[in-house]
């Protein structure tokens, strides 16, 4: 048995998996992120820590006989959020999140320093990575800066409370801009340009690696073996490649959750930083992709699931569905949070244009969803640059639940989109996958 934990943006998701890699049990629970200023966006660690406790204190009190055999845990996370700790391994301050626009000022500084370094970290700097965000915080909040012991990401604070150890993966560093990722290594250039030492940052390992063993106590709490692994794990980019299978050269997917991706894998480190592409390590040795992201997924239709009021985003869609006609009328936006590829502006909007005094409320639900599929093939467009575009990619994230969304999708982008069993839990079905090769060894091709 394996247990798969994503902790996500707006929930923490977990799937509890046997040795045939079926979903014996799934579990999600909601996060509150905040926005306390224009711009910010920040979530306190230890609710994410609360969160993930409470959710294996509920699959232990649901399924024991299920628990007691499990041999790994894997994690994967919302990547680029900032945890900043102290002396005693204890959140300074809120962490500031991937969606985060505060340190535009930290990252334009920082592309002035030439294509070179960012070919070497795989990506234009951007508000959003953790390397800004700590040189915005020396500037800002020196207080804290000074006070700093480590710096994690979000799955890896998990993993310190799972286990005690500071470890981190190559996909999950990938995201920091603090990276050399054809080296697999931290870039001394970038950690310099962002005025951060190299003790401050977590062992790497590569994803499948056994980076750490749950704490004695945590396994008599939750009935499972003394011996646990806690699997390096991934970013959940990675991780919901590494769920869907999409792992060689031109195995692609979509990812639609808070934030959304277009990905393609590659046997290769290829980085185009000018039109903004994402070149990262994957989570197996040898491998990287090519990503456009988009900072803006769901969260538009949940947004608009609360501006309405009265319905909740199952309804919003059954109605865009029972009142289509053909392509919409309207033109939207979604960009909540600014937008990343292709444009690199965090100060980007919601814009919705063509409303008249007919206009219905499925008519503005239909106008979202294509907004944000609009953003994705502005993204897939940019990611192929000329080449063959491919024929069929994985749909995976909380929005895979919505067959009428993913066929307006893979219309608008004229690729086929393929669902599976666990699209809607990529993430944390990828983190199980991984936990079972970091105790296994096997090849992935035979996960």
Same mark, same amino acid.
């Given at each position: 048995?394996?247990i798969g934990?994503?902790?996500? +943006? ?8 046997d ?10 629970l ?45 994690l ?6 900032a ?13 500031i ?10 990252a ?17 700097p951007?508000?959003?990575? +953790?390397?800004?965000? *700590? ?11 000074r ?8 799955k ?7 286990s ?6 190559? +996909? ?8 050399d ?17 190299r ?21 008599r ?15 959940d ?9 999409t ?22 480190h290829?980085?185009?930083p ?14 990287? *992709?090519?990503?456009a ?12 699931a609360?501006?309405?009021g009265?319905?909740?985003?199952a +309804?919003?869609?059954e109605?865009?569905?029972?009142c ?5 009328h ?6 909540l *949070? ?29 106008a979202?969803l294509?907004?944000?599929?609009f ?19 994985a ?9 009428f ?10 690729v086929?989109?393929?669902? *599976? ?15 079972r090769?970091?105790i296994t ?7």
């Amino acid at each position: 048995m394996y247990i798969g934990i994503d902790v996500g +943006t707006s929930a923490v998701k977990f799937v509890l998996v046997d040795a045939g890699q079926d979903v014996l049990a799934s579990l999600e629970l909601p996060l509150h992120p905040v926005q306390p200023r224009p711009l910010w966006s920040e979530d306190d660690p230890e609710k994410w820590w609360l969160s993930v406790a409470s959710g294996l204190d509920e699959l232990a009190r649901r399924h024991p006989r299920f628990m007691s055999g499990v041999q790994g845990i894997g994690l994967s996370g919302q990547m680029h959020s900032a945890v900043f700790l102290d002396e005693a391994d204890e959140p300074i301050r809120p962490a500031i999140l991937w969606n985060d626009g505060r340190s535009t000022r930290e990252a334009s500084e920082l592309a002035q320093l030439g294509l070179a370094l960012q070919r070497e970290t795989g990506v234009l700097p951007m508000p959003g990575f +953790t390397g800004p965000k *700590y040189l915005w915080l020396r500037r800002n909040e020196p207080e804290a800066a000074r006070r700093t012991r480590a710096l994690l990401l979000a799955k890896d604070f998990i993993r310190l409370k799972l286990s005690g150890e500071k470890v981190t993966d190559v +996909t999950d560093a990938a995201g920091t801009w603090l990276l050399d990722q054809e080296q697999r290594q931290w870039s001394d250039r970038a950690l310099a340009a962002c005025g951060i030492d190299r003790s401050l940052l977590p062992r790497l390992m590569e994803s499948r690696d056994a980076g750490a063993t749950l704490k004695q106590d945590l396994a008599r709490r939750w009935g499972v073996p003394s011996n646990v692994v806690v699997a390096a794990g991934a970013g959940d980019v990675a991780a919901g490649g590494i769920g869907a299978g999409t792992v060689n050269p031109g195995d692609g997917f979509v990812s639609l959750g808070t934030s959304a991706q277009v990905f393609l894998a590659d046997t290769k480190h290829r980085p185009d930083p000018a039109r903004l592409v994402h070149a990262f390590c994957h989570a197996l040795p040898d491998r990287w *992709y090519r990503m456009a992201a988009l900072l803006n997924g769901a969260s538009p239709l949940a947004a608009f699931a609360r501006w309405s009021g009265d319905a909740d985003i199952a +309804t919003l869609l059954e109605e865009a569905e029972a009142c289509f006609k053909g392509p919409s009328h309207l033109l939207a936006t979604p960009y909540l *949070y600014g937008e990343r590829t292709p444009h690199n502006n965090p100060l980007a909007r919601v814009a919705l244009v063509g409303m008249t005094s007919s206009t219905t409320r499925a008519d503005l639900v239909q106008a979202v969803l294509e907004g944000v599929a609009f953003s994705l093939c502005d993204g897939l467009d940019v990611l192929i640059a000329g080449a063959a575009q491919p024929e069929a990619m994985a749909l995976i994230g909380g929005g895979a639940k919505s067959a009428f969304w993913a066929k307006l999708i893979a219309s608008i982008l004229d690729v086929s989109l393929v669902r *599976y069993d666990a699209s809607d839990r990529g993430p944390a079905y990828g983190a199980a996958r991984l936990a079972r090769l970091a105790i296994t060894g096997e090849e992935a091709e035979a996960v």
